[in-house]
């Protein structure tokens, strides 16, 4: 289930941001428990990405770079520090970083992700259509295990470009790896209803929305369409189901307004 923190960080580009350092297969380290170090490490790794979560990127800034002090050249810290940067929309100072944490680990999928992440969002998308190439090809990527989000950055930065019929292709391939991606439902979903193809849209929204229910995007969209093709009653019914969720927050409730209010609006004509 996608977190309310990345949703709420970075709403304004759905990108694949991963905060946790993942583990390659056969890569894992089996002394972890029994260091010292590494524990004092993960602790304060901790501390940094609880501020981010709490949506205080600025503190979490403050206390990674005193992390950076003290390990310079450790790739999990500089792939944090990057994230920070991110979520703060320093581009360029995000880019730096975690090409130093993909140069000290190249074939950790979180950094190459992360990396063109950061490529994406600061509009150098041909640095990041070759990152992904190169990697989609590698021996690491076949056995990743999340292969879906290499595909669905591809997909980003097409339609981005502005390419809609590229950026449908790599979000089907993401959608094969992995039929429940939330982010690549959402956005395939979006291209869908863009081609009038609404009926296939809200198919993927409904697939959205059972891997997410607390999430208001998918609703918004299928309320959107609904509303759009005069079926009020069935938009209404759709809200209604969404708002008698319990774990709702008060910015769903404001988007729950919203919605009602655009529906309210149609009826009026």
């Known amino acids: 289930m996608p977190s309310r ?27 972890r428990e029994e260091s ?19 949506g205080n990127p600025a503190q979490a800034l403050k206390e990674v770079r005193a992390l950076m ?13 990057g994230l920070i940067q991110l979520s703060l929309r320093n581009n360029q100072k995000a880019a730096e970083t975690l090409e130093k944490a993909h140069q000290i680990q190249p074939e950790n999928m979180t950094y190459v992700l992360n ?13 990041a259509t070759r990152l992904l190439n190169e990697t989609i ?32 292709r790599w979000y089907g391939r993401a959608l094969e790896e992995n039929p429940t991606n939330f982010m690549t439902l959402l956005k395939m979903a979006r291209i869908l209803e863009s081609t009038h193809r609404n009926r296939l849209a ?8 059972a891997a997410c229910a607390r999430c208001p995007e998918p609703v918004e969209g299928m309320v959107r369409i609904l509303v759009k093709e005069n079926k009020l009653t069935a938009a209404k019914a759709a809200l209604d189901g969404y708002e ?13 307004v919203e919605m009602k209010r655009m529906i309210a609006k149609s009826k009026a004509r």
């Open 5 to 31: 923190c990345f949703q709420e960080t970075f709403k304004y580009l759905i990108l694949m941001i991963f905060i946790t350092a993942t583990s390659l297969p056969g890569c894992q380290s089996l002394d």
């Open 36 to 54: 010292p170090t590494t524990d004092k490490l993960e602790t304060k790794k901790q501390i940094v990405t609880n501020s981010l979560d709490s």
């Open 69 to 81: 002090e003290e390990y310079p050249a450790n790739p999990e810290v500089l792939n944090l520090h």
């Open 115 to 127: 990396l063109s992440s950061a490529y994406i969002q600061g509009g150098q998308h041909s640095k």
């Open 137 to 168: 090809k590698s021996p690491a990527a076949k056995s990743y295990r999340y292969r879906e989000r290499l595909f669905h950055n591809m997909g980003l930065i097409a339609e981005l470009s502005g390419d809609s019929v590229r950026a449908e």
């Open 202 to 209: 809200i198919d993927k929204l409904e697939t959205a929305k």
């Open 244 to 256: 008698k969720n319990e774990s709702l927050t008060e910015d769903d409730t404001r988007r729950i």
